[in-house]
Nanobody, 120 residues
Framework: QVQLAESGGGLVQAGGSLRLSCAGS????????MGWYRQGPGKQRELVAR???????NYADSVKGRFTISRDNAKNTMYLQMNSLKPEDTAVYYC??????????????WGQGTQVTVSS
């Protein structure tokens, strides 16, 4: 079983910054690609940023230049540095991880979500 523990959400004024963390744990062989998704009020869940195990990244157009995704493979932890936050960034942010277990079976896991609220 794999657990993804998110932290770092909160309330911030527009223009401010937050840093989200997602710590993975469990008896698995490897964390592969990981990503951050978000779901705003009345909206569908959308991809914010994604990072491969090797460090290749891609971002939603709406956050390019403001958000930075990174990871520490030794700690099974992923980060999302969010700068120049806007009210439209308000959402529940979810951590997503693709994992490979010791028998080479692949799974997808989700964290419980962390609320980010940006006030104008």
């Amino acid at each position: 079983q794999v657990q993804l523990a998110e932290s770092g959400g909160g309330l911030v004024q527009a223009g401010g910054s937050l840093r989200l963390s997602c710590a993975g744990s469990g008896s698995i062989f490897r964390f592969d690609a990981m990503g951050w998704y978000r779901q705003g009020p009345g909206k569908q869940r959308e991809l914010v940023a994604r990072i491969t195990r090797g460090g290749n990244t891609n971002y939603a157009d709406s956050v390019k230049g403001r958000f930075t995704i990174s990871r520490d493979n030794a700690k099974n932890t992923m980060y999302l540095q969010m700068n120049s936050l806007k009210p439209e960034d308000t959402a529940v942010y979810y951590c997503n991880a693709n994992v490979t277990n010791w028998t080479s079976i692949k799974y997808i896991y989700w964290g419980q979500g962390t609320q980010v609220t940006v006030s104008s």
